[in-house]
């Protein structure tokens, strides 16, 4: 059973930066669709980035051009580099694989995500 543990987390000013990263444990070998996705409080869960199996990234238009995501599969882990952050960005911040897809991701559709990990709070301050 695969299960995802985020890292990186943690409390910045305007303007600064974070990199998540997400490891994964129990892989099976094959190569799922992953992304992020964000919850802030009184707020529905939202799709930030995914990134299929052969590394085609697609974004929220709220975080492109400051939001890169990007996976090493030799080391089962998934990143996601934050600059330019804003204090909308803060939220709890999740990572997922969909095990359903590989080439096509939904980043609109958080419900077929169905590996997720525990969660990382990320803050940023005005």
């Known amino acids: 059973q695969v299960q995802l543990v985020e890292s990186g987390g943690g409390s910045v000013q305007a303007g600064g930066s974070l990199r998540l990263a997400c490891a994964a444990s129990?892989?099976?070998?094959?190569?799922?669709?992953m992304g992020w996705f964000r919850q802030a409080p009184g707020k529905e869960r939202e799709g930030v980035a995914s990134?299929?199996?052969?590394?085609?990234?697609n974004y929220a238009d709220s975080v492109k051009g400051r939001f890169t995501i990007s996976r090493d599969n030799a080391k089962s882990t998934l990143y996601l580099q934050m600059n330019s952050l804003k204090p909308e960005d803060t939220a709890m911040y999740y990572c997922a694989a969909d095990s359903g897809a590989t080439f096509v991701c939904y980043l609109n559709s958080w419900w077929r995500y169905d590996i997720w990990g525990q969660g990382t709070q990320v803050t940023v301050s005005s």
């Open positions: 990134i299929t199996s052969d590394g085609r990234t």
């Open positions: 129990g892989y099976t070998g094959r190569r799922y669709c």
